[in-house]
């Protein structure tokens, strides 16, 4: 348990403990009953997308571990590459849990769990809460080996986001599409400035409504991994803006397996995917998704700061 205050509440990223040591506890050093419990936290926080894809990229973890461990045995990895790699601690119990204030129904605290392609952020004040930022990422993004091949913990982040693109006519990609190299990473990655603030791209209100219920289930498949009321008042806020608000831009292939990146983004939400990988085969997704002004619930608190002056 750590104070609203301590710095460290509004740092994230989504390396392995390796090379980012995590503040809190290790989800590996839970006892089961504080597993069971934890678990109904995250279901409580998250629809059932949302919460099986935490499981299934920590599980992926493990499976990359011995992705790793095979191509050793073969003798494609030298010595020194796999100590290395090993040092990089991936496992699915390498995940922290850190608090920040004191849990109650009234006044403010917050959750970290974070860990390699994984950073959850609730800020609860009072009865509201925010739940930006939230990183999701896999490596690999499809499974190709052992008996989990054909795993694809994100799976419609990528499939939805091809299915819009390829709707497209010549003279909407001419907007949407851009010939920039595809960014090594998510462009508000945690190293860099965490809004964008210039739009480019297509807006949704220049596509016909086919292509704008594939894009809304392009922003579904994000703002879904919430629990139902939170993604209802997250969707709210976007219809509000009006898709004349909402732009979408493509960097990259416009088919899978080659790197490509595309962002969506409003002046409420940004939508960030990137799958570029080190191998430059595009099986390495990272994504997230942002609220303006309220990533580790900033609005909240500047308000309920405000009406505490105030009284």
Do not use: C
């Not at 740092?11 to 109904?40: M, Q, V």
């Not at 860990?115 to 509201?128: F, R």
């Not at 965490?194 to 480019?200: A, D, H, T």
């Amino acid at each position: 348990m750590f104070t609203m205050e301590d710095s460290m509440r509004t740092k994230w990223t989504n390396l392995p403990l390796g090379l980012a040591p995590r503040a809190g506890l290790r989800y590996g050093d839970f006892s089961e009953e504080s597993k069971i419990k934890f678990h109904k936290v995250l279901s409580a926080i998250f629809s059932s997308q949302g919460y099986l894809k935490t499981f299934s990229i920590m599980q992926v973890d493990d499976i990359l571990h011995e992705l790793f461990e095979i191509q050793y045995k073969e003798g494609k990895i030298p010595e020194n590459t796999i100590q290395m790699i090993r040092g990089l601690n991936w496992d699915y119990g390498n995940y922290f849990a850190a608090v920040w204030g004191e849990p109650k129904a009234e006044g403010t605290w917050g959750i970290k769990f974070e860990g390699h392609h994984i950073s959850i952020n609730l800020t609860m004040v009072d009865s509201e809460y925010s739940m930006t930022p939230l990183f999701f990422g896999s490596d690999p993004a499809v499974v190709e080996q052992t008996q989990y091949a054909g795993l694809r913990p994100l799976s419609k982040e990528e499939d939805y986001g091809f299915w819009f693109v390829n709707l497209l006519n010549d003279e909407q990609k001419a907007k949407a599409v851009f010939e920039d190299k595809v960014p090594g990473d998510i462009i508000t990655s945690p190293d860099r400035p965490q809004w964008i603030s210039e739009f480019r791209g297509i807006k949704g209100s220049e596509l016909n409504p086919e292509q704008q219920k594939i894009l809304h289930y392009l922003i579904e498949e994000y703002i879904g991994n919430l629990e139902t009321q939170k993604a209802e008042e997250y969707m709210a806020i976007l219809h509000e803006g009006g898709l004349d608000q909402v732009y979408f831009s493509w960097i990259g292939s416009l088919e899978p397996m080659k790197p490509h990146y595309y962002l969506i983004h409003s002046p409420d939400f940004i939508i960030e995917y990137d799958n570029v990988g080190f191998l430059d085969n595009a099986n390495h997704i990272h994504s997230i998704l942002r609220q303006n002004n309220n990533d580790f619930g900033a609005d909240l608190l500047r308000k309920h700061r405000m009406e505490h002056n105030h009284n």
